[in-house]
């Protein structure tokens, strides 16, 4: 997991200049905190900010290079039965953090409204507004990436492919991302039920990136997967290799990574 994350850093770049060709991902914002009020200084030298929410709050972590020019954002989304605060507790993203700030992206830790929201509406409303409440803390250059882990795939991809921030996406990464909502009910009756929660009884038409990628806006976005075929919680030939497959096929910009 640890190279995993190095690599999804390290590649985003790329991934971001195939991108292009979808057209800038927004308008530049000029914005930036006028405050230290309420950051929080790492050993590192990265600042974080708390960004409060009735559905979880997130947690923006901005790199020393990006308080000094412009800088992309990434957004990151959680894996099931996680939080925003975990990216910033947890050791492997050490390795991602230091491959951030050697490539200068702000980092958005999401919250997905819950620990286990499956990219439901709660899922990508409560994304959308820790977007929108990050702008005014960052420089932002315009480019926009998402990043799901595990359970986080389906919030991160869904943001790309219906366009729920307004633009295109610059590119999505997975690691280990669950991408097939309907694979994930039909294999487990835990995550069955996990599902059915998370939707309270609103349909799941169009929030699986797999079942539903037909009719998605931006199913061209440029897609980084990063697997394991030893990983059998998430099954990659069944989730991320599959959707590589299916982006593929209409001229989607694709990488995929895999580790034993």
Not at 70 to 80: D, E, N, W, Y
Not at 89 to 103: I, Y
Not at 131 to 154: E, K, N
Not at 224 to 237: F, I, N, Y
């Amino acid at each position: 997991m640890r190279n995993g994350l190095r690599t999804v850093a390290l590649t985003l770049v790329a991934l971001g200049a195939l991108g292009s060709v979808q057209g800038q991902a927004g308008q530049a914002q000029a914005g930036q905190t006028q405050s230290s009020a309420g950051w929080t200084l790492d050993p590192d030298g990265r600042r974080s900010l708390i960004l409060p929410d009735p559905e979880g709050d997130s947690e923006l972590v901005v790199p020393p290079v990006c308080w000094q020019r412009t800088c992309p954002l990434v957004i990151v989304s959680h894996g099931r039965g996680g939080q925003a605060s975990d990216g910033s507790t947890h050791a492997p993203f050490d390795a991602m953090l230091d491959a951030l700030d050697v490539q200068g992206f702000v980092l958005l830790l999401s919250s997905d409204g819950g620990r286990e929201t499956w990219g439901s509406p709660r899922a990508l409303n409560t994304l959308r507004r820790a977007y929108r409440a990050a702008l005014p803390h960052f420089r932002h250059d315009g480019r926009v990436y998402t990043l799901g882990i595990s359970m986080g795939g389906l919030p991160a991809t869904l943001t790309a492919y219906r366009r729920t921030l307004g633009f295109p996406i610059h590119a999505v990464a997975l690691v280990a991302g669950r991408v097939n909502l309907n694979n994930a009910v039909r294999t487990s009756r835990s995550r069955g039920r996990s599902v059915a929660a998370a939707f309270a009884g609103a349909s799941t038409q169009g929030h699986d990136p797999v079942n539903d990628f037909s009719g998605f806006a931006g199913r061209r976005t440029p897609l980084l997967v990063v697997s394991s075929p030893q990983d059998t919680a998430v099954r990659g030939s069944q989730n991320g290799l599959l959707l590589v497959m299916l982006a593929r096929k209409v001229g989607a910009h694709t990488d995929s990574v895999c580790f034993v």
